[in-house]
């Protein structure tokens, strides 16, 4: 996300791999997602209980504040 313009930017090649993962000793979750390709990660970032989820299309999902 580039935080001067508020969108999102493109990052490596072809698909991504995203995966939620849940902290279990502090409740937390984070999205995670790498490059098919070369495993270049793409996404780190927490979410938190204020996220919202929208489905964009069937491969597109979008996450925000």
């Known amino acids: 996300l ?21 902290d279990l000793q502090d409740g ?3 999205l995670v997602g ?3 390709l070369d495993f ?3 996404l780190n970032c927490n979410i938190t209980a204020n996220c919202k989820y ?3 299309s069937e491969d597109f999902h979008k ?3």
């Open 40 to 42: 270049q990660v793409v």
């Open 28 to 30: 937390t979750y984070r």
């Open 2 to 22: 580039n935080t001067v313009l508020s969108e999102w930017m493109i990052t490596g090649e072809g698909w991504a791999q995203v995966h939620v993962y849940r």
């Open 34 to 36: 790498w490059t098919v």
């Open 54 to 56: 929208k489905k964009k």
């Open 63 to 65: 996450f925000s504040k």
